[in-house]
């Protein structure tokens, strides 16, 4: 996670603001009222760029890839340690 400000994350997605403040609605991105930053995995917001912009992945299939994806990074992490575990077995 990153922290970057308002501004600087719409840059990062070609100005597209809307995406920015539909993500910032649906609980993608943590903003900050404080300091107008807001708390991200850049890669998400690449990753939902990508998904709504580009493949027009609606906002329900978007939720529902990124927490797919979380949870396969999950378990790709458990498998790694079950098998670190076992080799040193």
Do not use: N
């Not at 991200?40 to 690449?46: A, E, N, P």
Request: with cysteine.
């Amino acid at each position: 996670m990153t922290r970057f400000t308002y501004q600087r994350l719409v840059e990062l997605v070609d100005g597209d603001d809307e995406l920015i403040a539909r993500c910032v609605d649906e609980g993608i991105i943590e903003r900050r009222t404080d300091d107008d930053r807001v708390t991200v995995d850049v890669d998400r917001v690449l990753i939902a760029r990508t998904l709504v912009r580009d493949l027009e992945l609606g906002w329900t299939g978007l939720e529902l890839v990124l927490r797919l994806r979380d949870e396969l990074a999950e378990a790709r992490e458990r498998i790694a340690a079950l098998e670190g575990e076992l080799a040193k077995r």
